[in-house]
């Protein structure tokens, strides 16, 4: 999308931020694409409508990936600090829940949307 990720900082530069702090948040990106795309290629409509088959299927979906992404920032971070289990997961998950459940559910929601809208157009 055309942003600074690997721009050069005073602190870090160019490609250093993958062996950085959040290199394995950036490192997993994409394998929990991977992962997402095929979770929601394999899923089946459940008993119900069909939107809603399609949002459960992609709330799954998104947050197993998500899941992926934080586990591996978290451990890149474990490795790097060697701190606690804790204090690891209050700086490197905590944080990010709210924002990755609204962006799973706005995700999911615009997932659900466009297939509905393709199978209404096709």
Do not use: C, E
Not at 12 to 39: E, F, M, N, V
Not at 65 to 89: K, M, P, R
Not at 110 to 115: N, Q, R
């Amino acid at each position: 999308m055309g942003l600074p990720v690997f721009s050069p900082s005073p602190a870090i530069p160019g490609y250093a931020h993958l062996i950085g702090p959040t290199g394995g948040y950036l490192l997993s990106y994409p394998l929990a694409a991977a992962l997402i795309a095929w979770l929601l290629g394999r899923s089946r409509p459940s008993i119900g409508p069909k939107f809603l088959s399609g949002f459960a299927s992609a709330v799954f979906s998104a947050t197993l990936g998500s899941l992926v992404i934080l586990a591996s920032g978290a451990t890149w971070l474990a490795v790097l600090t060697h701190a606690t289990g804790q204090s690891i997961f209050n700086l490197a998950v905590l944080p990010f829940l709210p924002g990755d459940a609204l962006k799973i559910v706005a995700a999911a929601a615009l997932s659900a949307g466009w297939t509905r809208h393709r199978r209404r157009s096709a």
